[in-house]
């Protein structure tokens, strides 16, 4: 990476913040995508007939 | 005129709405972030004393700047939300807490991968650093008390207390590097004087903070659109929608 990118010191540190960025980032837009698919499923009753409502409450239990 | 806004601010139309601007937001949030990506780490010109580590103010800075506008504009939505009872500003607040957050956690994370080098500390109990702290419990603490409550709407308007209580906090971050004497360096871009950086490195620092804007919206609108179909799951327009996305 160091040939293609003029990084020089501290590219370890460079490289790891950008990481966490992309990380955390990525996990952002994940979480509400895989949220919206569910949702959709348990509308549409395709999981066994279980109860939605209590499908929500257990979801808004999650901090995130 | 106010047809055209009772169709962005009911749930249903605000969902429909909505769907159509995600693609566009999606596209200029790839192209934007990616600008700023090249702009801030091709270009071949370490710093005289911190080498390629100055890098990192492309987000951090950035990371900061959203973490205080997502609490502002939760500020605002809460507002509105105990002044007329509205439903989306309160969806729309507890969609942007969890983004807050995030942004909060990087602004410190990346805040530390930039201090070990230059200050030799991952962490110093410094008047910047703490206020950033802060200003993360006060998302984390939003969370909690919307969770731990069970009534909706007594969730939604304690909430909004909360935050309008932790506006005051706002400022101080802010004024920090300022009032006290800090190790953390002064304000390089402030919206009352004339940014103290080379333009070479400004203009990637504004793309990437139009990338994060651009982020924080995205993510916003995804999340409500959950919210609103969590709330409106019995109702005839959900079903239909369910029915005909999943068949």
Redesign the interface.
């Known amino acids: 990476m160091n040939e293609f ?7 370890f ?2 490289w ?3 990481g ?2 992309l990380v ?2 990525v ?3 994940l ?3 895989f ?2 698919r569910q ?6 009753g ?1 999981r066994g007939g279980r109860n ?1 409502s209590a499908d ?1 409450r257990e ?6 | 005129m106010y047809r055209a806004l009772n169709q962005w601010t009911s749930p249903p139309g605000f969902y429909r709405h909505s769907g159509r601007a995600l693609p566009w937001l999606w596209l200029s949030f790839v192209a934007v972030f990616a600008a700023g ?1 090249a702009g801030g ?2 270009p ?1 010109s ?1 710093d005289l004393g ?4 100055y ?2 103010i492309y ?2 800075l950035p ?1 900061v700047w959203m973490a205080v506008f997502a609490y502002m504009v939760m500020a605002g939505s809460a507002l509105i939300h105990l002044v007329r009872r509205d439903t989306l500003a309160d969806i729309w607040a507890e969609a942007s807490a ?2 807050g957050a ?1 942004f909060a ?2 602004a410190l ?2 805040g530390s ?2 201090g ?2 230059m200050w030799g500390a991952w962490w110093v109990w410094d008047a910047r650093l703490t206020s950033v702290l802060i200003l993360f419990f006060l998302f984390f603490g939003y ?2 008390l919307r ?1 731990a409550m069970d009534d909706r709407r007594l969730a939604a308007r304690a909430s909004a207390v909360l935050v309008l209580v932790g506006v005051v906090h706002v400022p101080l971050i802010h004024f920090s590097v300022i009032w006290w004497s800090t190790l953390h360096q002064g304000s390089t871009v402030s919206p009352l004087d004339a940014p103290t950086i080379h333009p070479g490195m400004l203009i990637p620092l504004l793309i990437m903070a139009l990338a994060f804007l651009l ?1 924080y919206l ?2 916003c609108l ?2 409500t ?2 919210a609103i ?2 709330r409106e ?1 019995r109702s005839h327009w ?2 239909e ?3 005909r ?2 068949a």
Do not use: F
């Open positions: 990118l003029p990084i020089g010191d501290y590219g540190h460079l790891v913040a950008y966490v960025v955390v980032l996990w952002n837009v979480v509400p995508l949220r919206h949702i959709m499923r348990t509308v549409a395709r939605y929500i979801k808004h239990k999650s901090p995130v | 990506l780490l091709i071949a370490p911190q080498g390629t580590a890098r990192i987000i951090h990371a969890p983004v995030s956690v990087l994370l990346t991968l930039w070990k080098p969370m909690a969770s982020y995205l993510v995804m999340r659109r959950c179909l969590e799951h959900v079903m929608l369910a029915r996305k999943t």
